[in-house]
Nanobody, 131 residues
């Protein structure tokens, strides 16, 4: 059974940092891209980052570059999203998702940040930022 479980959310002061984790089970993570998404109340879900399956190429939403870092540890079957210098605008439910690398780019060098390109989803973890 494919399962993704996020953890690491919570309440953080503006300017603080968080590391979100995405634990995968039920499939071979090294064959899958990982994406991180966020959705604030009343807003559409947006893809903030993704990482390819083997060479670890990363792609970011322009507005989070320099503050968000996506990474993965295939041996631990876990993906990560580190967020620094948090602002109230970062408050949202953050979800991880996974999809086969072949679906995004058979060469393994590219991943999409669009939600429709992902098959498996976690339940999300809430991030709140106090000003």
């Amino acid at each position: 059974q494919v399962r993704l479980v996020e953890s690491g959310g919570g309440l953080v002061h503006a300017g603080g940092s968080l590391r979100l984790s995405c634990a995968a089970s039920g499939f071979t993570l090294e064959d899958f891209v990982i994406g991180w998404f966020r959705q604030a109340p009343g807003q559409e879900r947006e893809g903030v980052a993704c990482i390819t399956s083997r060479d670890g190429s990363t792609y970011y939403l322009d507005s989070v570059k320099g503050r968000f870092t996506i990474s993965r540890d295939n041996a631990k079957k876990t993906g990560y999203l580190e967020i620094t210098n948090l602002t109230p605008e970062d408050a949202a439910v953050y979800s991880c998702a996974a999809d086969r690398q072949d679906h995004h780019d058979p060469s393994g060098r590219y991943c999409s940040r669009h939600p429709r390109e992902y098959t498996y989803w976690g339940q999300g973890t809430q991030v709140n930022v106090s000003s």
